[in-house]
Structures are given as structure tokens and as C-alpha cells.
């Protein structure tokens, strides 16, 4: 009979008997390598020169262990691109985070970005997605009537296109149906995928199709309607013309063209257009045809003439949304199939209506310009603001569509109908176009500020733009613009296009306040602060208060604008003028500016919105659900920038600025806003708060993991030998905190901007592991500092307390 020990010793094993099994595990291992490896001639999952993906020894070594003790952390790897090839392909859409291929690759961040900057043509880093997108093609040529005639130098596939978008049914086909071709191997080797499996090369070019670049309206293609069209990857549609202006319908009995919007190239370019394919035929085609209106005047146009047209001609967006037209359209007359028949009033561009017949959507129609007239039964159009048009006979909105039920709106309405008593257009070519809620919101906030003159618009997301809206992308593109209030324009970031824009607000309506719509006068005084008038000035001086308020201007503003108002305080006689829009001294000849700003009214909503449930500051950039993280570079002509720059006060002219980084982490950011919440709560004040702007300096390579860990001394080290206390340093001086940032191999700095709750302070000294206890308070001091008066260190303990906010790229 065996002891228990003996038992534990039969049942675990001997040392011998221990590396027996790890033997016999590996020879497992081995072998379902070598049964993958039929299955896969190619061996894409594991080269015999890449390590055992497990230590089996040190696994069954700690699982001998009583006390089962954690396993020991593997070491980070050696990035190579094939490794990196081998990684992302796991994943879906062959994208990973730098975290996730730390935390589940042991892949060192810094590594990676090297290994993708290397391999330009393999990857791409988009924020901090890292995506595997090799640049490969299908050569055009090798499938046409002479050949490739290029094969040494040819840098593209020689494969069947058919076969690849798998639809080649001919097994002798002559142009070939395999991926190992010693020159198709070659070009895959320099993209390190020639090692990967048939299906998910497969995947990699679908992939690579399917993010074809959008340049304009989706088009039909002229070649395949004229004749035949050779290209593997055309950008334009193959479908009939007469399908297509027939709204779904052919008069053409004997047509061998395509009249199938299900094909799968089709499916793929209404897809990457933003058009729907699970519809009926009849709506697809309405929503191509508003998407690009000018697809009904090349119906009779020979291919060569539609091409000259093309090049030529500019995109024009359409008058009116899918929503829209298919609550207002009843009836479509069909000529050429002899269906019913019906005369509907005209839209004309700014929105009003015509009795004469209408044209119609018929095969045999020609209409003027399908972006500017649209068939309803009306003879004018009720516009609201979330249409992509907003033409209106008057610049105002409609009270009654905000706050109860419009009696005109179905019979047409001459102001715009919104949901709110606000909004904002832009001008482009005589048509004013709504702006999307989240540009509406901000330029409403910063306009009812009289400190701003301008502010720059939120960048469109075209993953939330409806197809009908498609337009307004195509006009402001994915730039950045800034509204200037002053001349009421919007400039791009190049500075190279301008476009007028306009506020309009609600009518008015006697006996309703209605806030948006009531404006406010205010003077800059010698504070340079805004005044409203009928109020003192900044350092209260009772006789400079105006005999007059902002109701008083406001009434003779609207009355008579071009005739200047006199009004005087106690001292004093001013005349205000509307033109200069300046009010002067009668006496001494002084002007002081004037603006007219709209009362406040956004700051009573509720701050968090329905639109940004996790309270995230407005002008972040959206990002996706589950994004950890995100690194935007910000422009250099945009607002932001300048403000970051201006910290720095020029005080670093040895260092060159390159750039300016935005941190977006909203997991470290709630973390932070709630913690500043809580301390307001606690002290009752925000201002004892001390949320401020502080300077961090740190090595280069170590950036990444601050924006997605935070600062954090044990991780990053000290060098300054913690003099006021074992915590995280920032400094009011960026001088101070620029003399502890190291270069990378190419003399980059990174100085880190931190929004900072400072709260109560107190002398620190290096043995404080902590801050000591506030007498004044019973509670821990929030920081330590270098001097409690005029503080340039400061030390924070808590992570909850200071944001990464900015990188500063310096060279």
C-alpha cells in the first residue's frame, strides 16, 4: 500500500516521468503542426524557425507546485513582419489594437510601429489600430486580348479576375487559378503573405476592393453599356442605363445587359457609396439617381460624350432626401411600357412651385437637371432641417413645427421646420445647405458667447451621414473648417475655400420669450471684457451704466438698422452705430466695439446628452464602441493647436514644434471627470479644485503606454530623485519639464500636456509616499509641491487626478 505521498507522487509524476510527458505533449504538438501543414501546403500558421507557442516544462512545473503560484510573464518577442502577418490574421477585419497585441502577442508597442513604418505597403497605423492591408492587384493586362507584355518588371498578380471574386466556372481556364505562380510567389514574398493560406489571401484582396477610395457620386459604367469593359475592378456600375431610367424597368426586349443590382460588384459599390442593396429594385434606383442626379441626362449621350461630360462637369447635390421623396411622390409616368400617367406639380431650387406639366422619370424622359426639380403633389415643398436642402422664401424658423403642429406644412410652408428654434446653413453655389446637428450645436454655443469670434466645426463622420447627405461630405470633405463670426464665413483648414453660412432662429410671436430668438448688445470695456448694456462695467462704475438695455437697441435695430442710435450715461453721450457696428465718446472721441450675440440658452441643458451618454468633451472626435484609445493630430491652423502651442509661451527656442497630438481615452477620462466631480462635491467649490494645465517630461518610447495607462512613476521611472515626495511630477514651467524628455533615434521629444486637479498643497520632502493630513480639512492633502506660495512642481498620488491631454512634438 502507498503512502499519500507516495500517491501524490505517482499521480503528478517523477522528474524523469515529468519530462517524459513534456515529450510526449511536444511530439502532439508536432504532429497536429505537420497534419495542419497537409492541409495547408503553405504552412501559414507556424514556421519551423518560431518557438513553441507553450513552455509545457514550466507549465506542468507550476502545476506541481502546492501552492499553484501565477505563471511567470512571458517575455516580449521579437516583432518581425512575418510575425506581425501571422498575428493580425487572427483577428477580424486583420486590425488589432497596440494593446491588444501587448496584452495577448506580447508585442512591445514601439516595437510594432517600428515594424509597420518599415513595412509601408504591408500595414498601416490608423490611430492605434494596426491593420494588415497589402498593396497588391490584379494585373489588368495578363487577362486582356495581347497579354501581360511587362512580366519581369510587372508588379501585380497574373491570376484569373473572375476566379478571384469567384466566379469563374471554366476548370481549363487559361489564365490561371492558383496563387503559388513563381511570379505571383515573388510579389507575395516582398508583401510577407506569400506563406498564407489560399482563402485568406482571398479575404485580403476582397478587403482591399472593398476599401476602394470614394471620389465622387457612384457612376454607371459607359464603357460596359457602349460595348464591353475590361477592368477587374471597376469603380462604376455594370447595369443596364435603360434599367436604371426606367426606375427598375427595360423597354429593351433583346438587352443582354446587366439588370441585376445583387451582382456581387454591384452589392460592393452600393455598399462603399452608402446606397441600399436590400431594397426593392425601384428604390435602389431612386436613392442612386438622388445621389447622383446627373445619371438621367447621359441616358441618350454616346459613351464618349458622357465621358467628356464627366471630366468636365461639377457635382451637384440633390434638392431633396430618400425620406422625402418617398413620402411625397404617388405617382411616375412610364412612357415607353405604357403605364399610368400623371401631371405633378414642380420643386424648383428654392423650394417654391410651378403649375406647369411636369417632366417624368420615364426611359424616353429628358429632364432639365434632376438635382433641382423633384415631382410632388404639391406646389411647394415643406423643408425641414434634416433635409440636405434648406431654400426657404423665409429666412426664419417656423415656430409652430417646433412647438406644436405647422397648419401649413402639408400644403407648404415658407420657413424652414426644425425641431429646435435655431439652426445653421451653408451657402454653395446660390443653395443654402443644412449643417448636421453636431456642427449646429457647437457654433450655436460658441455664437452665443461674445468672446468668441469663431470656432472650428466638428469633422463629418461618414459612417453616420445618411446617403441623402452624402452631398454636404462631398462639399466640406473630412477636413477641418472654422467659423468666423464676424464675416460669417467658413474657412477651410488650407485656407483656399470659403463659404458664406447663416443662423436662422424662430419667428416672432407675441407674447413668447423664445430665447434663441432674443439677442443681447454687449460693449468691450476698458477690461476687455463684454458688457451687456444697462449694466456696469467691469470695475462697477455705477455712472457709465447706459440709459438704455439691450431690448432698447434691439427694437431700433430692427425698425430702422442704417439710422445710428444716440444714447448717453451720466457722464457721457454716445452714438452707436450699426454699420461699424462701434459705439463713440461724443466728447472724447473714443470707439469701443459692439456685437449682437443671441441670449444663452444651451448652457440649461442637460450636460450629459443623449448624444454623448458617457459625457465625453464635444470636441473629441466620435470614436468607435469598445476604441480604448485614440491619438489625433491636430491641424496647425485650427483654434486647438494654437491654444496648445501658447502654453509654451515661446520659452523652448531651442526645439522646433512638429506637431501637436489629442489623447482620447475616454476609460482614463471618466476616471478623471469623476474624480474632479467628486473633490467639487467635497470642497463645495470648483475653483478649490485647481483643474489646470501642467508639463510632463518624459522618454520618447514611453508615450504610448502613458495614453493608455496614464503617468505613473513605478512604471516610467524617476529621474528626478523625488525630492518632494514618491509620486507623478508636473511642472508649471515647460522649460523645467523639457530638460527630463529624451529623443528617439530621430531627435523627436514628446512633452506631455496634463490636466491637472491640484486641489490643497503642501511642502513635500522625498521620504512622503503620501501626502500628510490638511489640520484645515481632517483630509489628505491632494498634492505636494515644491513651495506651498507660488508652487512650479507639482506631485500627484492619485492616477483619478491628472489626464494626459496633449503630446507636444518637438525637434
Known amino acids: 500500500m502507498m503512502s499519500g505521498e507516495d500517491d501524490q507522487k505517482n499521480e503528478m509524476g517523477s522528474e524523469d516521468g515529468l519530462d517524459e510527458w513534456v515529450k510526449v505533449l511536444q511530439n502532439i504538438q508536432v504532429q497536429e503542426e505537420e497534419t495542419r501543414n497537409k492541409l495547408q501546403p503553405d504552412n501559414w500558421r507556424q514556421r519551423s524557425d518560431e518557438p513553441l507557442r507553450y513552455n509545457w516544462k514550466q507549465l506542468f512545473e507550476r502545476n506541481s507546485n502546492k501552492q499553484y503560484e501565477p505563471l511567470e510573464p512571458l517575455s516580449p518577442v521579437h516583432v518581425t513582419p512575418r510575425l506581425l502577418v501571422d498575428s493580425l490574421v ?16 506580447n508585442m512591445i508597442p514601439s516595437d510594432v510601429q517600428e515594424v509597420v513604418s518599415s513595412q509601408t505597403k504591408v500595414f498601416y497605423l490608423l490611430g492605434n489600430t494596426v491593420q494588415l492591408s497589402p498593396q497588391v492587384s490584379i494585373c489588368k493586362d495578363h487577362s486582356g486580348a495581347q497579354g501581360c507584355q511587362k512580366l519581369l518588371s510587372c508588379s501585380d498578380l497574373h491570376i484569373c479576375p473572375n476566379f478571384v471574386t469567384r466566379s469563374c466556372q471554366d476548370e481549363n481556364c487559361s489564365y490561371g487559378h492558383t496563387w503559388l505562380l513563381d511570379h505571383n510567389r515573388s510579389i507575395l514574398h516582398q508583401l510577407c503573405i506569400d506563406w498564407l493560406p489560399s482563402r485568406i489571401i482571398f479575404k485580403l484582396i476582397q478587403q482591399r476592393r472593398e476599401t476602394i477610395k470614394v471620389t465622387g457620386p457612384l457612376q454607371v459604367c459607359f464603357k460596359y453599356n457602349g460595348g464591353g469593359c475590361d477592368q477587374t475592378d471597376c469603380a462604376e456600375l455594370h447595369v443596364c442605363f435603360t434599367f436604371l431610367t426606367g426606375l427598375g424597368k427595360c423597354s429593351r426586349h433583346d438587352c443582354q445587359l446587366n439588370h441585376n443590382f445583387l451582382t456581387p460588384d454591384c452589392c460592393r459599390l452600393l455598399r462603399i457609396h452608402g446606397l441600399p442593396v436590400n431594397e426593392t429594385p425601384r428604390d435602389i434606383v431612386l436613392a442612386l439617381l438622388f445621389a447622383n442626379p446627373t445619371l438621367l441626362q447621359e441616358q441618350n449621350t454616346s459613351p464618349q460624350q458622357i465621358k467628356k461630360k464627366r471630366v468636365n462637369k461639377t457635382l451637384k447635390s440633390n434638392e431633396i432626401t430618400m425620406k422625402s421623396l418617398l413620402r411625397k411622390v404617388e405617382k411616375t409616368t412610364f412612357d415607353s411600357v405604357g403605364e399610368e400617367k400623371d401631371t405633378l406639380g414642380v420643386i424648383t431650387e428654392d423650394g417654391t412651385g410651378s403649375s406647369e406639366s411636369s417632366n417624368t422619370l420615364s426611359g424616353n424622359s429628358n429632364l432639365a437637371d434632376v438635382g433641382y426639380t423633384v415631382h410632388v403633389n404639391n406646389g411647394r415643398l415643406t423643408l425641414w432641417s434634416y ?95 472654422h467659423a468666423d463670426f464676424k464675416t460669417m464665413m467658413l474657412t477651410d483648414s488650407s485656407k483656399t475655400k470659403a463659404l458664406p453660412t447663416r443662423r436662422l432662429c424662430t419667428e416672432t410671436v407675441p407674447g413668447q420669450v423664445i430665447k434663441p430668438a432674443t439677442f443681447i448688445w454687449y460693449f468691450f470695456d476698458l477690461s476687455k471684457n463684454w458688457i ?11 455712472d457709465l451704466v447706459s440709459n438704455i438695455t439691450s431690448e432698447d437697441i434691439e427694437k431700433h435695430f430692427l425698425q430702422n438698422p442704417s439710422q445710428p442710435l444716440i444714447f448717453k450715461n451720466l457722464r ?33 441643458e442637460v450636460k450629459v446628452d443623449q448624444n454623448n451618454p458617457l459625457n465625453l468633451p464635444l470636441h473629441w472626435e466620435k470614436m468607435n464602441p469598445g476604441e ?40 482614463l477620462w471618466r476616471a478623471f471627470d469623476n474624480k474632479v466631480g467628486e ?33 505613473d512613476w513605478r512604471l516610467h521611472g524617476s529621474r528626478i530623485g523625488n525630492k518632494f515626495g514618491q509620486g507623478t511630477y508636473f511642472s508649471t514651467n515647460p522649460v523645467y519639464s523639457y530638460q527630463y524628455c529624451t529623443a528617439n533615434s530621430s531627435g523627436m521629444k514628446s512633452l506631455m500636456v496634463a490636466l491637472t486637479a491640484v486641489g490643497y498643497v503642501t511642502l513635500g520632502n522625498s521620504t512622503m509616499v503620501r501626502p500628510p493630513k490638511n489640520p484645515a480639512t481632517g483630509l489628505l492633502f491632494d498634492s505636494t509641491v515644491d513651495k506651498v506660495s507660488k508652487p512650479s512642481i507639482i506631485v500627484k498620488y492619485d492616477k483619478q487626478e491628472y489626464y494626459p491631454q496633449y503630446i507636444i512634438l518637438l525637434i
Open 572 to 604: 457721457f453721450s454716445y452714438i452707436l452705430d450699426f454699420n461699424t457696428m462701434q459705439q463713440t465718446n461724443q466728447r472724447t472721441k473714443t470707439s469701443r466695439l459692439v456685437v449682437r450675440r443671441p441670449m444663452v440658452h444651451l448652457q440649461d
Open 628 to 667: 480604448c484609445v485614440r491619438v489625433l493630430a491636430l491641424k496647425g491652423s485650427s483654434s486647438e493647436y494654437e491654444q496648445v502651442v501658447g502654453l509654451l509661451k515661446s520659452q523652448i527656442p531651442t526645439s522646433k514644434i512638429v506637431g501637436v497630438q489629442r489623447i482620447q481615452n475616454p476609460f
Open 679 to 711: 473633490m467639487t462635491a467635497l470642497y463645495g467649490n470648483a475653483s478649490k479644485v485647481g483643474v489646470c494645465q501642467l508639463f510632463h517630461g518624459t522618454q520618447h518610447e514611453v508615450v504610448p503606454s502613458i495614453w493608455t495607462e496614464n503617468f
Open 90 to 105: 487572427g483577428y477580424p477585419k486583420f486590425s488589432a489594437s497596440l494593446d491588444e497585441l501587448m496584452m495577448e502577442k
Open 532 to 542: 451687456s448694456y444697462g449694466h456696469s462695467d467691469t470695475l462697477g462704475s455705477k
Open 387 to 481: 433635409y440636405l436642402l434648406g431654400n426657404v422664401e423665409i429666412p426664419e424658423i417656423c415656430y409652430h413645427s417646433v412647438e406644436d403642429m405647422c397648419k401649413n406644412e402639408g400644403s407648404g410652408c415658407q420657413r424652414l421646420h426644425a425641431t429646435q428654434h435655431f439652426h445653421w446653413q451653408v451657402c454653395e453655389a446660390d443653395r443654402w445647405i443644412n449643417l448636421r446637428p453636431s456642427q449646429v450645436i457647437c457654433l450655436e454655443r460658441a455664437f452665443c458667447d461674445p468672446s468668441q469670434d469663431g470656432v472650428d466645426l466638428p469633422r463629418l463622420e461618414p459612417a453616420t451621414l445618411d446617403h441623402s447627405f452624402r452631398g454636404l461630405l462631398i462639399l466640406l470633405g473630412h477636413g477641418t473648417w
